[in-house]
C-alpha cells in the first residue's frame, strides 16, 4: 500500500500525491494513503465514506471551517510520474488540484490549534458526471458532515480566492426535415440547413457581464457540439446543436433555461443538464473574515464547482487553491512550486489565528 | 445450387430472382445461376468476371447494344422473400433492380433473332463504393467486353427513358477555431459559430434548373453531414460540413468543384469525392432509335448511374427500367407488376425490330 508522509514539505507532498493514480474511479489507493495518513496523526476523527476520506476537529470552537478538494484527476496523459524544471511541477493533477490536496494535509499536520473547529474533506469522482461525484454522495448520505460556518475548495485559482461560480446549462437545439435522395433534394427539407439560424443566433450572441459582490462574472453561451445527416446521399431530418451556457449567479437554472429557450425561439430545445452557480456571498461575515485574513485579491468564479452544492445548503463557499486553473486538463499540466509554499502559508496565517 | 427457369413471365422470374439474396458483396449465388441459364440458351457466348456475367451474341449485325443491370441489392430489411397484393409485388430489389434483371433474362431468352447484336451485363457491387463496382472492373479487365453503339441501363425509371445523368461530387468544407473551456468562451473561438455562414450560404442557394436535348436537370447543392465538438465543455476548435453536390452534365467534375469553392470562398474546402455526370446524348443516331423505336417519355435522369461509364468511353447510355426510382433501398420497395410486362413488350419491340 502507498503511504503519504505528512511531514513533508508540501511540494515534496505534491510528488507524492501526483505519483499514487488516481483517475476518476480508481481512487481507492490515495484514499487509503490518505485515510491511514491522517489516521495517524491521532487528533481527528476520520471518517470514510466510499473512496471519501472526512477528518475533523472536534474542539469546540465557534466556528467550523470546511476544507475541501478532490482527490481524482482526468485520465493520464504520459504525464505521471511528475518531474519539474527547478520552478515548476509537471504531471497529471499537479494544478487540478493535488497541489491544493497536499495544502490540505500540511495544514491538517501542522495546525494542532486551530482558532475554528475544522473538517477535511477529500473526495473522488469530480472530474466525472455529476451521478459519480464524492461530495455529492457525501450529502446524500449524512449531510452533516458538510456542515460548516464556510467551506474553502482547495480548486486551482492561481492563489486568488474565487467567489462564488457561474452556473452551467447544456440544451440541445434541434432542427428537422425531411428526408430525401440528395439526387432529388427539393423533394426533402434539408435539417442541416435549418440550423443556420441557429448559428447565426449564436455568432451574434451578446454574453451578459455582471457585478456581484465585486466580483466581474462574465456569461457565454457556446455550440459544444453539432451533428446532422443519414448517409453521403440523403438529405438530412435530423441535427442537434448542443448549447452550453454558462450564466452569472444572478440567474438561477430555471431563470437560464428560460433565457436559452427565448433566444431559440422557433425552435425545439430541450435542456438536458443544468447546474445553479453560487452567489459569491462575501457579505456573510465568515467569509469577509476568511478574505480578510487572506489579503489575497478576489474575482469571480467562472468555471462551475463544488462550491455551488455548499451554496446549495445556505454555507457560504469560496475557492482558494495553488494551481493554475488555465492548466487544468491539459497534457502540459503543471504548477509554480513557491505557490504551493504560499497557499499553506496564508491559509495557514487564517486557521491558527496568527497576525500576518 | 439456385436456378433459373428463364422461360417463365418476366413477373414470376422477378420473385425468383428476389428470393436468392444478393447483398453487394454476396452475389455469388445468384450469378452461378444467371450464367447457367444464360449457357442453356446454347447461343450466347458466355463469360465471366468475378460475379459479373456477360453473354453476347454474335451474328454480324452492324450495330451492337448492350443492355446492363446490377445483381446486387441494398441490405435487406424484413422484405425477403417477396410477396404481392394483385398489383404490387414486394421485396428487397423488386424495383432496384431484380424486375430489370428479369427483363433482360426474358428477352435474352426470347429475342431468338435481334436486329442488332446484343450484349448483356450482369454485374456486382453496384449498391457499394466505386473502387468496388463490378462494371467498372469489367472496363479495366477488358474494355472490349463494354462496347457498342448504345447502352440500356435497366436501372428503375418507372417505364420511361431517362436520359444521361446529373455528376455527384462531396467536399467538406471546414471551419478552425481555437479550443478554450467553455466558462471562459472569449479565450477560445468557436469553430461551429464560425460555420453560420456556410449554412446561411446553403440555405440561400439557387439551384441551377438546365435543359439539354429537351430534358431538364435540376441541380442541388446541399449538407449531408455536418459534426464538431470535443467535450461538453469545451469551446469547439473544427466543424466539418460535408456537402453533396448534383450537377447538370453540362458541367465536367472540374467545373463543379470550381463552382463549389466560389460557394464556399473564404473557407477551407477539400473535394474528397467526385464522378462526371453523362449528357443525355439524343442527338446521337442510335440513341435516337431507341427513343423512336419505344415510343414511351423521355426525360433527364437525376441521380448518378452507371451510364456515366459507357459515356465516358463515348458510348451514348440511357436509363429504361420497369421499377419505381423513389422506391429503391426502401424497406417497403415493391415494383407495379404490369410494368414489368410492359417494359419487356417494348424493349422486345426495339430488339426484334417489329412495328410496334
Not at 25 to 46: F, P, S, W
Not at 88 to 106: E, F, I
Not at 268 to 295: I, M, R, Y
Request: hydrophobic share 40%; net charge negative.
Amino acid at each position: 500500500m502507498a503511504t503519504l508522509d505528512l511531514s513533508l514539505d508540501a511540494v515534496s507532498l505534491t510528488r507524492a500525491l501526483v505519483d499514487i493514480p488516481s483517475v476518476s474511479g480508481n481512487e481507492k489507493d490515495l484514499a487509503d494513503a490518505v485515510e491511514a495518513a491522517l489516521q495517524t496523526l491521532g487528533r481527528l476523527e476520520v471518517r470514510r465514506d466510499g473512496d471519501a476520506v472526512v477528518a475533523r476537529t472536534n474542539l469546540g470552537r465557534d466556528e467550523r471551517v470546511v476544507l475541501a478538494g478532490h482527490l481524482d484527476t482526468v485520465p493520464i496523459a504520459d504525464n505521471v510520474p511528475c518531474h519539474d524544471d527547478g520552478e515548476l511541477l509537471y504531471g497529471c493533477g499537479t494544478s487540478d488540484m493535488k497541489s491544493g490536496v497536499a495544502v490540505m494535509l500540511r495544514l491538517a499536520e501542522s495546525i494542532a490549534e486551530p482558532v475554528h473547529d475544522l473538517t477535511w474533506i477529500f473526495y473522488d469522482n469530480e472530474e466525472v458526471e455529476s451521478s459519480r461525484n464524492g461530495l455529492a454522495r457525501l450529502a446524500r448520505n449524512d449531510r452533516s458532515l458538510l456542515y460548516g460556518d464556510i467551506a474553502v475548495l482547495l480548486e486551482p485559482t492561481g492563489g486568488v480566492v474565487e467567489a462564488g461560480c457561474q452556473g452551467t446549462m447544456r440544451a440541445i437545439v434541434r432542427t428537422v426535415g425531411h428526408r430525401a435522395h440528395s439526387a432529388r433534394s427539393w423533394l426533402g427539407a434539408n435539417a442541416i440547413h435549418a440550423a443556420a439560424s441557429i448559428l447565426t443566433r449564436l455568432e451574434s450572441y451578446a454574453a451578459r457581464t455582471v457585478d456581484i459582490d465585486g466580483c466581474t462574472y462574465r456569461e457565454g453561451l457556446n455550440a459544444v457540439r453539432i451533428s446532422g445527416g443519414v448517409a453521403g446521399n440523403v438529405i438530412p431530418d435530423v441535427c442537434e446543436v448542443e448549447v452550453n451556457f454558462r450564466f452569472a449567479p444572478d440567474r438561477d437554472a430555471e431563470q437560464a433555461s428560460e433565457h436559452v429557450r427565448e433566444v431559440f425561439e422557433g425552435f425545439e430545445t430541450q435542456v438536458t443538464d443544468s447546474a445553479a452557480g453560487a452567489l459569491p456571498g462575501l457579505g456573510d461575515p465568515a467569509a469577509a473574515a476568511f478574505v480578510a485574513a487572506l489579503g489575497v485579491p478576489v474575482q469571480a468564479k467562472l468555471g462551475w464547482t463544488d462550491v455551488a452544492r455548499f451554496a446549495a445548503f445556505g454555507i457560504p463557499a469560496v475557492n482558494f487553491g495553488p494551481g493554475d486553473p488555465n492548466l487544468a486538463h491539459k497534457r502540459e499540466e503543471h504548477v509554480r512550486m513557491s505557490t504551493i509554499h504560499e497557499s499553506e502559508r496564508v491559509l495557514a496565517t487564517y486557521l491558527s489565528g496568527t497576525a500576518r
